[in-house]
């Protein structure tokens, strides 16, 4: 049963059961690519990861700190003031 689930995922157009999925089964096809990445997968930064500061990772923290040449405790400061936004960061941090 197993092989048939799986050769069927690389049938163009022909639509497979996933049993891996703990709430159940998902439909997957072959010939389209899933929609969506990883929130921090770090080869797709792009407008998202620039437009908002995360603390939430060290290397992001020392990045943000470079970039706008503070503290980490000043980092930190203004997005406890005026949230994640990058260009909100960037005001606060230049009336500050």
């Not at 092989?3 to 010939?31: E, I, Q, S, W, Y």
Request: proline share 4%; with cysteine.
């Amino acid at each position: 049963m197993q092989f048939l689930l799986d050769a069927a995922a690389f049938v163009p157009g022909h639509r497979a059961l996933c049993c891996c999925n703990p709430r159940g089964a998902k439909a997957l096809t072959k010939d389209k690519p899933r929609s969506g990445s990883m929130a921090d997968d770090k080869m797709h930064a792009g407008s998202p990861d620039r437009d908002r500061v995360s603390l939430g990772e060290d290397y992001e923290v020392r990045d943000w700190t470079r970039s706008l040449g503070v503290s980490e405790a000043e980092l930190r400061e203004a997005v406890d003031a005026v949230g994640n936004s990058a260009a909100a960061v960037r005001a606060y941090l230049k009336t500050s």
